[in-house]
């Protein structure tokens, strides 16, 4: 990977941060990151190496200001339902409340999405018993949409299972297949409507639609353009920006939509690839300024012991995302 990002200093050095999930809430920067910790677990595709087992909050005034560790909020010992692999969470505000989501596998080892739920920003967070019905997969993401209407976004492939899930039901057998290839659709990621308590989804889970400049839908083998995991949506001069990481490839990219459902439009890349294996992002409005949060493996050298930083974002006359100079 290159070291596009290396001269950036991390926020965070004192433990190994990764997937950061920026919001501004109360006129401050929150980050919820994933925590990487030391494994001997060797490196494989289902991402073992990615061992985590709790969550801290970061905060900060501004953006180049001390950052703040809020300590561990949410932990696995105190969610019934996991069994292991607390990975990448995202958190929302609504109805005076503040939500967490996180993935992580059930006691069968099947990746699902759970919710805390906290009075601050930084928690601490309770999260429901059992995790939220229906739900699959890894990445979750939430949009709450100007009407106050919430979406949740989420998927990865491969050790994100989300392959597992083509036919609707769960197949462990899709696995050893890992993806469609050739000039098929690619996997989609997965949107779902929130309820009004945050909780649950309604009107079902649907595809949202990733396509090019004529409409089509990327193929399964474009492998620099589809999407593979850690969707995120934000919102800019009332138009539907979804970007995501594609995997194997290693960039981050973004598609434009009308509607958070999509479809979304493939406009172009955000970030060439970093040091690590993988990319996983935020962007989020701070103070006028817009910023790109990402992580990559400066500090530690080993690609699941990872680092957040963050870099400021322009558009350009035509809407289009790009990091500043």
Not at 227 to 243: D, R
Request: charged share 25%.
């Amino acid at each position: 990977m290159s070291g596009a990002s290396s001269h950036l200093k991390p926020l965070v050095t004192h433990i190994y941060t990764a997937d950061p999930s920026a919001h501004v809430f109360n006129n401050r920067v929150y980050i919820y990151p994933s925590h990487d910790r030391e494994t001997d677990i060797e490196d494989n595709d289902n991402g073992d190496q990615y061992d985590m087992v709790d969550y801290h909050v970061f905060s900060m005034d501004t953006i180049g200001s001390e950052v703040t560790d809020h300590g561990v909020v949410l932990k696995q010992e105190d969610i019934p339902w996991v069994s292991k692999q607390l990975w990448a969470p995202d958190a929302a505000y609504n109805n005076g409340k503040y939500y967490l989501y996180f993935p992580a596998r059930d006691k069968e080892g099947v990746f699902r999405i759970g919710v805390a739920v906290g009075d601050k920003p930084e928690g601490p967070f309770v999260p429901d018993p059992e995790p939220i019905p229906e739900s699959y997969s890894i990445d979750p993401a939430c949009l709450v949409d100007d009407d106050g209407q919430a979406y949740l976004y989420f998927g990865g492939l491969w050790g994100g299972q989300l392959q597992c899930w083509q036919t609707g039901e769960y197949k462990a057998e899709a696995y050893t297949d890992m993806e469609p290839k050739g000039t098929v659709p690619a996997i989609r990621p997965r949107v779902a409507k929130l309820s009004d308590d945050m909780r649950s989804f309604v009107g079902g889970i649907q595809e949202a639609a990733i396509v090019d400049d004529k409409g089509e839908l990327i193929i399964a083998d474009d492998h620099d353009r589809r999407f593979f995991e850690a969707a995120w949506v934000h919102k800019y001069n009332g138009k539907y920006y979804f970007s995501y990481s594609t995997g194997d490839t290693h960039y981050l990219c973004y598609a434009i939509g009308d509607s958070p459902l999509g479809p979304f439009t493939y406009a172009g890349r955000i970030l060439e690839p970093v040091e690590g294996w993988t990319t996983h992002h935020s962007i989020a409005e701070v103070h006028g300024k817009w910023y790109l949060f990402h992580h990559d493996t400066s500090l530690s050298g080993k690609n699941h012991l990872r680092c957040v930083k963050v870099r400021e974002l322009v558009y350009d006359a035509e809407g289009k995302l790009h990091l500043a100079d």
